[in-house]
């Protein structure tokens, strides 16, 4: 593990001894508690197999995510730093159970229900270089893509090369402790990141349950009237044997993502293409590929509304058929602050095997910063 601990002595270094970009700028004298910010957000939603997979049946899901970040400049101090703190509870059931399916109809789906912290890391920015430490979700920063961010499957989300090869990935619902490093902003981003292995028990030998390093570099610019951004990402998991069965084996793989968004008239258009690869004998999902259109700006009205329609398909291992998605999806106002969200997926193959499926769920999500004006 010593990958990992190289990772967190750059990261105290450079936090330590960089020199500030603005260290001659003087600063706003302003309360500590003006830098504080705060964050609420509830998602609710019932999913149902109507037809093929598993069984026909309705599970519930329900999520609270809330916590605080503080801002350094905001609060009258130093300029770029950053602190954030996020808990999180979800009451989860488990819709696989009924569609039988591998990517995850619903992202908000867990193996059980649970309340943890869920984010707890330093920020600091030096222009051009940023800074993270401390318990963090490596999906926030790589293998994102911003078009698909509305579609419910999980696939699209975090690629299942990530998410199904490696048990212990820290992504939702759990983090792990870590320090990233990015360099650049604008048109051209690299960024490089080192994660404890075992996402699920963070605070648990988290030096000796191995470490998970990624890198992606993002480009973006204008093209045509619109906007691409293109990211290619690499991984490498380092696992001890023993724990290869329940966290994931010793394995590498690639990402890359191309979005384009461009607007007519009052419309805002996106699209996206992804995909990746581990093809090594070890990991049950080689390959994948899934791709979307978004469309927003339908209700003059609403700020959120959206429509978004993806498909994805994961190979799967020594099954006899790869799975694949389809999805249809809305997001609409009800008022501010609440919206709702109506979903359609058709899953061919769920599991590699089995009868194709039919899910519809319907999702409410309340942002309580937004309900009451914060």
Not at 20 to 32: H, I, K, L, M
Not at 220 to 237: E, I, P, Q
Request: net charge negative.
């Amino acid at each position: 593990m010593r990958c990992l601990y190289s990772w967190l002595v750059v990261a105290f270094f450079l936090m330590a001894t960089w020199p500030s970009a603005y260290a001659d700028e003087p600063v706003t004298t302003q309360s500590f508690w003006a830098g504080l910010s705060t964050k609420a957000k509830f998602q609710g939603e019932v999913v149902s197999d109507l037809a093929g997979g598993l069984a026909s049946g309705s599970v519930g899901n329900a999520l609270f995510i809330g916590g605080v970040s503080w801002d350094s400049a905001g609060a009258g101090e130093w300029h770029g730093g950053k602190v954030v703190v996020n808990f999180l509870a979800v009451d989860t059931s488990n819709p696989e159970a009924y569609v039988g399916d591998i990517q995850g109809v619903s992202n908000l789906s867990t193996v059980h229900s649970l309340v943890r912290l869920y984010r707890l890391y330093f920020q600091q920015q030096w222009n051009p270089l940023t800074v993270r430490l401390g318990l963090l979700n490596a999906n926030d920063y790589f293998d994102n893509a911003g078009v698909a961010c509305d579609l419910l499957n999980a696939s699209f989300g975090i690629v299942p090369i990530l998410s199904e090869n490696l048990q212990g990935m820290p992504t939702y619902p759990f983090s792990s402790l870590g320090t990233m490093v990015a360099l650049g902003g604008g048109d051209t981003t690299l960024q490089a990141g080192a994660f404890g292995a075992d996402a699920i028990h963070p605070w648990q030998q988290p030096f000796s349950q191995g470490a998970l390093m990624m890198l992606e570099l993002d480009q973006s610019g204008a093209l045509d009237g619109g906007r691409y951004t293109f990211k290619m990402g690499f991984l490498r998991n380092r696992q001890k044997e023993s724990l290869a069965t329940s966290l994931g084996p010793n394995m590498s793989g690639f990402y890359g993502i191309g979005e384009y968004r461009w607007q007519t008239g009052p419309l805002h258009w996106g699209a996206f293409l992804q995909g990746g690869g581990a093809p090594k004998p070890i990991n049950p999902v080689p390959w994948y590929v899934g791709g979307g259109l978004r469309l927003a700006g339908l209700i003059p009205c609403s700020a959120k509304d959206s429509l978004s329609v993806g498909f994805s398909r994961a190979s799967l291992r020594g099954l006899p058929h790869a799975e694949t998605s389809y999805e249809l999806t809305g997001v609409f106002g009800v008022m501010r602050g609440i919206h709702l969200q109506p979903d359609v997926q058709v899953i061919v193959h769920p599991g590699g095997y089995l009868p194709t499926a039919l899910v519809g769920i319907m999702r409410l999500e309340v942002n309580f910063a937004d309900l009451f004006g914060i």
